[in-house]
């Protein structure tokens, strides 16, 4: 990940909260951003029609084999995301896609021509780092660890995964801040 940037992403999602009047501590609604930012968001199942068997192995080959992608048409992004999914891991999916979006990042094919799936690991830990900064401000993950939370009563509260809140918790470095906050 280049140097500052994840400077750049509290600021992103800062600025992103405040073109949705949100507050810092509160939950962001990926379906709301979505449509602030004027991208589709389309679940996997409703491709159904089109490609039954693409579908299908998508949405029954476990956690790992899709989650979403981001097509383009021009310049009008459209986001297919994996439905089978959790809430919680749908909300992260949808919210990695839009961090492309607000990056703007460019399309790259998905695939070579032997059909292996072509990976920029900048890119896509840009997209993650954004988007958990932007479901999980680190004034959230401070905030759950004052309030002592349990990582599943911080998951249903912002409706992400538990692991996404453990991961935001222990990146921003919450619960020693809090410690020594409460310390002073």
């Known amino acids: 990940m280049r140097r500052g940037f994840k400077t750049e992403a509290n600021a992103i999602a800062r600025e992103v909260r405040g073109e949705l009047s949100l507050s810092r501590a509160a939950p962001l609604d990926v379906w709301r951003l979505a449509n602030h930012l004027d991208i589709q968001v389309v679940p996997l199942s409703s491709l159904h029609a089109e490609a039954p068997r693409a579908v299908q192995l998508f949405m029954n080959g476990g956690e790992g084999i899709f989650s979403g ?3 383009f048409w021009g310049h009008q992004r459209t986001i ?21 979006g607000l990056l703007l990042h460019t399309p790259t094919m998905a695939a070579d021509e032997l059909g292996c799936r072509l990976w920029k ?5 840009e997209a993650a780092w954004l988007s958990g900064s ?12 004052r ?6 009563e911080a998951a249903a509260s ?8 453990r991961f935001r918790i222990n990146v921003t470095g919450a619960r020693n801040r809090v410690q020594r906050m409460r310390v002073k």
């Open 69 to 71: 992608v981001t097509v």
């Open 80 to 100: 297919v995301f994996n439905d089978a999914h959790a809430p919680g891991r749908q909300a992260s999916d949808i919210g990695h896609e839009l961090s492309h």
């Open 121 to 125: 690991r900048d890119v896509e830990d």
């Open 134 to 145: 932007l479901l999980v401000p680190e004034e959230v993950a401070l905030l759950i660890v």
């Open 147 to 152: 309030r002592g939370w349990s990582l599943s």
């Open 158 to 165: 912002y409706g992400v995964t538990e692991s996404m809140i």
